[in-house]
């Protein structure tokens, strides 16, 4: 296998995501390359070869500095057809999501996503994938090269192997079309709020609270709990709580011992973020909400009926 | 403004949601609805058609034939044309197959803006539009929260692990929108009754321009091995709010974990 792992970078650092990929791409075989692009991204070729990389590949041009995804299009299909690699790998993300959908319709090749392993058997490549919610587990393969996957965020960890690596600087073209969309604004932060990370208990919301008010009822219960709020990125998005209190793939990653879903219907991209709860309990008004599927405990019932009475015992018993 | 806007039939919530164990297909066979993530999608059409003044909003699906009703629910939205692309040799498309047919079908139309959904229920890709707008040659911004049309260009502001970025792309040009971005309407009775009186086409691979070895599983590039069930989760229980009990029963399952 000649296997490509690409290596998002972020604040001037190679992402977790990514170097986590790469050291699982290095365990399944041994010529593996990282291929990084971005403007002054040449310094990071160091810390990727402590990862798993034998070879990393640098693309460095002012083109590649926003992370918008065609450009990177343009130079990866250049670099998978001329170095003939057979394996490209991507970390989830919402840059790799679309670099790997656009790498696949350029190079009429086969992209599996959502991966939560890859092994080698009988010499062919095979992906792990849950799918229909995660109520089953699927292998896929590839009828053709390159194979493209992209792995579900927080899958493998990271792994020093104190490797250098070769770096060798590759060319930068890109078309017209994909200069067009361009960054005016990057990685804003909409507003601060408290850390949720290291919270025992969180309640959180969703879109089901109905209104941007919706959430006292969640904040009630989360004081009466000692605990702390977290939101889906719907609520963040419509702007009902702030992007720090939200959970999921492009949020936090969080495992408290209690973890109480509001109104949240449990998509894949929030449940990565906190399925490493201890205690999983849901309210939902839909008996087939999917977050049902992985929860400890399934309430059925409106959140505006079951949360207040809720927090109202819980204060009873807690004496507070 | 002329706006196409890609929509999806999926297995509707109720109904069970199932891989064949013989073909490794999603049975398609249960009751379907329009994905509702994709209302978004016809919303944010409608809207933009209407702030523009002009134009039309064409609603473009590929499926089997029974996923006309969900094309016919998009015409009762709003539309105000649909294309359906139905073709047997079509089941089982990957990424690659269905991007070559969408975006075969979007060529013919040369909208000035075409929108997507945030993702399709069943498959969960959220990736799609990256893959037509390379096809077809378009700039591509996802994850669009908001979206504002001034000047030839698109405004969108979508949130990434780190943020919230602004991106502008001149028209003509592909956007994905999240479920944020707008309380989608209902049909109404009018819209229902009208649907069946807007334009509907079907369209076949060979109108694509496409042969059988573009579609389906001779299309595609991946393929599935092998079923198996998850890794058991391990005990689970569901209470009902009847009469208004549930609280009570959190409380006394929590307290028995020793969770208060
Ligand atoms: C690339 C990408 C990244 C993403 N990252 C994230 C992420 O980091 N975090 C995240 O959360 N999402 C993320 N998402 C979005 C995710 O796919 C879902 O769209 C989102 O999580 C849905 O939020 P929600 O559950 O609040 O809303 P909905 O899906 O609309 O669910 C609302 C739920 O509330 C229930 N409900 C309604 N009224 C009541 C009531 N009165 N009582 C009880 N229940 C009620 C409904 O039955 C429904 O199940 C991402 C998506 C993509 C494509
Ligand atoms: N068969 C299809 N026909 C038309 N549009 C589709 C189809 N499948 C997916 N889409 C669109 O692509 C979006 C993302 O789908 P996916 O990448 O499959 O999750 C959906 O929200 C729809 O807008």
Redesign the pocket.
């Known amino acids: 296998m000649a296997t490509l792992v690409y290596v998002e970078d972020h604040e001037g650092e190679p992402v977790k995501g990514s170097l986590g990929v790469l050291g699982k791409a290095a365990q399944l075989g041994d010529d593996v390359a990282a291929v990084l692009l971005g403007s002054g991204v040449e310094g990071l070729a160091e810390p990727v070869g402590r990862h798993g990389a034998a070879r990393v590949l640098v693309g460095d041009d002012s083109a590649l500095e926003a992370p918008l995804p065609q450009p990177r299009v343009d130079v990866l299909a250049k670099l998978v057809e001329s170095e003939g690699f057979d394996t490209v790998l991507f970390g989830a993300s919402?840059l790799a999501?679309d670099v790997a959908a656009g790498l696949a319709a350029r190079l009429d090749a086969g992209l599996n996503w959502d991966l939560v392993d890859l092994e080698v058997r009988d010499g062919e490549l095979v992906g792990k994938r849950p799918a229909l919610g995660d109520s089953v587990l699927v292998d896929v393969g590839w009828t053709g090269e390159p194979r493209l996957a992209l792995i579900r965020s927080g899958t493998f960890e990271p792994v020093e192997s104190g490797g250098s690596a070769e770096v060798t600087k590759i060319p930068v073209e890109v078309q017209d079309f994909s200069r067009q969309a361009v960054m005016v604004e990057q990685a804003h932060e909409e507003s601060e709020g408290p850390s949720i990370e290291d919270a025992d208990v969180i309640v959180a919301g969703?879109?089901?609270l109905?209104k941007p008010e919706g959430f006292s009822i969640v904040e009630d219960l989360a004081k009466a709990l000692g605990g702390a709020v977290a939101a889906?990125?719907?609520?963040v998005d419509a702007g009902w709580y702030p992007y720090a209190s939200?959970?999921?793939?492009?949020?936090k990653t969080v495992s408290p011992k209690l973890y109480i879903a509001?109104?949240?219907?449990?998509?894949?991209?929030?449940k990565v973020?906190m399925q490493g709860s201890g205690t999983i309990v849901a309210?939902?008004?839909?008996p087939n909400?999917p977050?049902f599927e992985y929860s400890d405990l399934a309430v059925v019932?409106?959140?505006?009926e079951v949360v207040p009475k809720l927090t109202e015992l819980v204060k009873e018993k807690r004496g507070s | 403004m002329k706006v196409l806007v890609c929509v999806k039939e999926v297995p509707d919530a109720s109904a069970p949601k199932r891989l064949d164990p013989q073909t490794f297909r999603l049975d398609r066979s249960v009751a379907g609805a329009l994905n509702d993530f994709d209302t978004h999608a016809i919303e944010a059409a409608l809207q933009v058609k209407e702030a523009t003044g002009e134009g039309e909003v064409v609603a473009l699906l590929m499926g089997p034939e029974k996923a006309a009703d969900s094309l016919r629910k998009a015409l009762a939205i709003g539309a105000d044309r649909a294309i359906h692309v139905a073709d047997e040799s079509l089941g089982g498309s990957d990424l690659v197959a269905t991007s070559k047919a969408l975006a075969k079908a979007l060529e013919r139309e040369s909208p000035e803006l075409v929108v997507f959904g945030?993702?399709a229920g069943d498959s969960d890709g959220?990736v799609l539009w990256a893959a037509v707008a390379d096809r077809v040659g378009l700039p591509v911004v996802s994850?669009a929260a908001s979206l504002e049309l001034a000047d030839g260009k698109v405004r969108v502001k979508r949130q990434t692990e780190y943020g919230y970025d602004v991106i502008e792309a001149p028209l003509p040009c592909v956007v994905a929108v999240?479920?944020a971005i707008n309380e989608p309407r209902y049909p109404s009775l009018k819209g229902i009754m009208g649907a069946k009186k807007k334009p509907q086409e079907t369209l076949s691979l060979s109108d694509l321009g496409l042969s059988a070895e573009d579609a389906g599983e001779a299309g595609s590039r991946t393929r599935v091995l092998a079923l198996a069930d998850p890794p058991s989760r391990g005990e689970s229980e569901r209470i009902e709010d009847d009469g208004g009990t549930a609280a009570e029963k959190v409380v006394e399952y929590l307290s028995s974990r020793k969770l208060l």
């Open positions: 919402v999501a969703g879109r089901g109905g889906t990125r719907a609520v939200q959970v999921g793939q492009t949020g509001c109104g949240i219907s449990g998509a894949i991209q929030h973020g309210i939902n008004k839909d909400a977050i019932g409106d959140v505006n | 945030q993702q959220a994850q999240s479920d």
